[in-house]
Structure formats: C-alpha cells, structure tokens
C-alpha cells in the first residue's frame, strides 16, 4: 500500500453525521477506485475514476454517498447522512506498474462504524 | 462481462500440507487473472497474476497458480502451507490490462492452517 494512503484509518460516528474518508495517491496515476467490503457483501466496487472523471459509479449504494477527484492524487467519498449499514472498511485502490503489467494496488483501508 | 467464482468459503489444512484454493472464471474476452491476499485489519496483497504468456505463473510467498483455458480456472496452490499463510485469498479478473479497468473479485477463500 506504499502508493496509496487512507484517512482516517478508523472512524467511529453517530448514524445522522456525515463521514469523509481520504485517499491519497503518492505518484500520479490515471485511476482511483473506492471499494467496499463487509461481511456480508463481500468486496464491492463503488465507483471508479480515471482522469479524475468519474467512469463508472454503478456501484454507489443511494444518493447519500458521493466521491470526487479533485486533482490527479487525492479523492474523497462521503456519507451524509450515515447509517449503521454503512459500517464496513472502505479501500482506496490505484493501478501502478508492476514487471510490465498493470496491478491494482490497495490503500490500507478506512474502517468505519455508525452506530 | 467478467465474473469468479471461489469454491469453499473456509478452507484448512494442516502445517506441512498442500494449499489449494479454487477459482473459475466467466469471461467474454481473454482475461487477465489475478491473486490478492488479505491478513487481518490490512488491504489487499498482490500474491500473482496472469496476464500473457506462460500460463504457470509464480508468486511471492511460494504461492503459484495455473491458468487453464480449458477449464476457466485459475488455482492457487502451495506445496507446503505455513502458519503465516492463513489470511483471506481473493481471486479477481479483468477484461484488459490497460490500467485504467476495474477487477471484479471473488467472494473470497478464508485459509486456516491447523498446527
């Protein structure tokens, strides 16, 4: 995850506040992707970026999420309202060259509780 | 449109052992596989992937995997399992390399090695 840096790493809210998680990417890269995985879904893709433009946000649960990409190296997703359902980690993904291939690599991810 | 499937949920076996975790995929084009790893309260780790060429390929942690056309799988396999191998394993697959695709993940394999 050396490419990718989340914030904040834990986050612990009331259902009703907004939440704005981070994602930071160390060196320029063409693409963005927010992920969410629980327990029960699994790993799911929320949206995905590439140029800073949104491609693809099928993925986004309802209104109350949103994501941008302000800048080529740093992207925000938030929630507002919060719901106890939207407890899960949250990742931060990249595409960074690897021996002449393209691998997605993984922030440490944003563990958020709404209680 | 790309799909995976990983059979068994929780797999285990014993220290010494041979690891298999299973993968198939459903694809409309030539995909590109991939092998993540997952250890608790941490992000996704590039174990492998497949992209062209020898279909035998090598990952860090002695982790290997095959692709066979014939049967849309892409198994990962270790000789000898060590107790530092239980971690989540995820297979994915994208349609291209390009950088700027998403991967659609499996529902994940939680491996647990038994002293």
């Known amino acids: 995850d050396a490419g990718v840096i989340q914030s904040p790493r834990h986050e612990v809210t009331e259902m009703g506040q907004e939440v704005t998680l981070r994602c930071k990417l160390i060196?320029?890269?063409?693409?963005l992707f927010w992920y969410r995985q629980t327990m029960m879904r699994g790993l799911e893709l929320l949206i995905y970026?590439?140029?800073?433009?949104?491609?693809?946000d099928s993925g986004m649960p309802e209104d109350r999420f949103s994501a941008k990409m302000p800048n080529a190296s740093f992207s925000t997703l938030k929630i507002q309202p919060s719901e106890p359902r939207d407890s899960a980690v949250y990742f931060c993904?990249?595409?960074?060259?690897?021996?002449?291939?393209?691998?997605?690599?993984f922030g440490a991810g944003s563990r958020l509780t709404v209680l | 449109a790309q799909s995976v499937t990983q059979l068994g949920s929780h797999v285990s076996v014993s220290e010494g052992a041979l690891v298999l975790l299973r993968c198939n995929y459903s694809?409309?084009?030539?995909?590109?596989l991939f092998w993540y790893v997952q250890y608790p309260n941490q992000g996704l780790q590039l174990l492998l992937k497949?992209?062209?060429?020898?279909?035998l390929v090598k990952g860090i942690n002695g982790f290997e995997a095959e692709f066979k056309k014939s049967e849309t799988s892409f198994h990962l396999t270790k000789p000898s399992a060590h107790m530092s191998d239980a971690a989540e394993y995820f297979c994915?697959?994208?349609?291209?390399?390009?950088?700027?695709?998403?991967?659609?993940f499996g529902t994940g394999t939680r491996l647990t090695i038994i002293p």
């Open positions: 993904a990249t595409n960074l060259r690897i021996s002449g291939a393209n691998v997605l690599t």
């Open positions: 060196s320029g890269h063409n693409s």
């Open positions: 970026f590439n140029n800073n433009v949104p491609i693809d």
């Open positions: 694809s409309s084009v030539p995909p590109y």
């Open positions: 497949y992209t062209t060429g020898a279909t």
């Open positions: 994915a697959v994208s349609g291209n390399n390009f950088g700027n695709e998403k991967l659609t």
